[in-house]
């Protein structure tokens, strides 16, 4: 090497290094690459995507091919820097030449292109693959020696590197990605789509009709009273029953009856005769697993009921898409149940459930408990309480302003602080 001019040493060396940040670029972007957004690709037919995921259907020789490659080259640039050093200052420039080789290496060879791998990763690793695929067979052997002996060592201390990584990602994870997706979703879609996967974690109990607000026909009513409501119905699916709730016979579609009804034919045999059996569902069921349980039934009202059978509630197919897309015709809180008023406080029907609540002013009630306000704050005071009465839930002043018939119903609430609701025991005060 004494008789190599300089100028080839530096040119070498310079060549090593633009291997070194070759491979430490490859190595990033190849492992940054989003496998889904690769997989689509594939899929799509694109040659480097297809390369890409053949390479990385074995890590372990990806990585051994570029660890193999980035050492050799990182070995032999140290003694081309060596012999430099060494001709041109002696032995003290053997220190400086090591010195300066690491600065060099780490900034130009490591640091830049892992830096530049890392922001875009396609462009660096689908180039890449081009040159790594061939240099894998070529250096094949060497890679497979490397390999057994490293996957050997992994296997004595129980890590399995032939077992492919499930890199499936859980509904708490792909509802972060759909959150963050902002600049390739619209918001409105977003939103479907994480209400979608909201829907597991709420049950029909969550959005139900409650039993006091059931619309259906008694058939111990007077008759007249029976077709006026049916004409004047804004529903057109009926619950039927004699007397109460309890004493269901069925479920009346009210088109079916249209043509008697046209015909002032209709009498209580009639209906009777186009009733349908009821679809009862329990009050836990989730409303993913309830959406898919319409379907498969062909369904679109079932009644919600308890472990002991009683009626706690209706839920209609209605409902449910509600929970994904919004309200189709009017707002999920109208103003009959809040108000807005002039010192910043809303005035607040008791009856609005917690998750209307939370999701129209953006508060954070808890929902693991009662469904409506009324409830929440029964739960919290223990007691039914007058009119006048306070508590606190976190940054939420709530005071009761008029009860009726064992229950809260209208709320005061305003905002006196920050921070989420206490699950704590409520302050209490009698207003003055």
Known sequence: MNDV??????????????????????????????????????????????????????????????????????????????IIGL?????????????????????????????????????????????LAPLLKVAYPVVWLITKISNALLRAVGIRPDVSKNDQMSPQELRTAVVESASMIPLRHRRMLVNVLDLEDATVEDIMIPRNEIVGIDLDDDWEDVLKQITHSNFTRLPVFVESIDNLIGI???????????????????????????YYVPEHTSLMTQLVQFQENKRRVALVVDEYGDIQGLITLEDLLEEIVGEFTTDTLDDHDIKKQPDGSWLIDASATIRDLNRELNWNLPTDGPKTLNGLLLEQLETIPEAGTSVKLGDLAMTVVHTRNNAVRTVSVRAVGSGPPAKHPPTTRRAA
């Not at 008697?260 to 349908?276: E, F, G, I, S, V």
Request: charged share 20%; proline share 3%.
């Open 87 to 131: 001709r041109l200052a002696g032995e003290a420039g053997i220190g400086a030449a090591t010195l300066i080789l690491i600065v060099v290496v780490l900034i130009f060879a490591e640091v830049a292109p892992k830096t530049v791998a890392a922001l875009y990763p396609e462009k660096v690793a689908f180039p890449a693959s081009v040159i």
């Open 252 to 278: 009346l579609h009210v088109k079916k009856i249209l043509l008697a009804l046209a015909r002032d034919q209709l009498d209580k045999d009639t209906l009777r005769a186009n009733l349908r059996e009821m």
């Open 5 to 82: 001019p300089l100028g080839v040493l530096y040119a070498i060396l310079i060549f090593l290094l633009v291997l070194s940040g070759f491979f430490s670029g490859s190595e990033t972007g190849l492992m940054a690459l989003n496998r889904y957004r690769l997989r689509h690709l594939a899929r799509q037919g694109d040659k480097g995507a297809r390369r890409v995921q053949r390479l990385l259907d074995r890590p372990d020789k990806l990585l051994g091919v570029i660890l193999l490659g980035n050492n050799t080259v990182n070995l032999i640039a140290a003694s081309i820097a060596t």
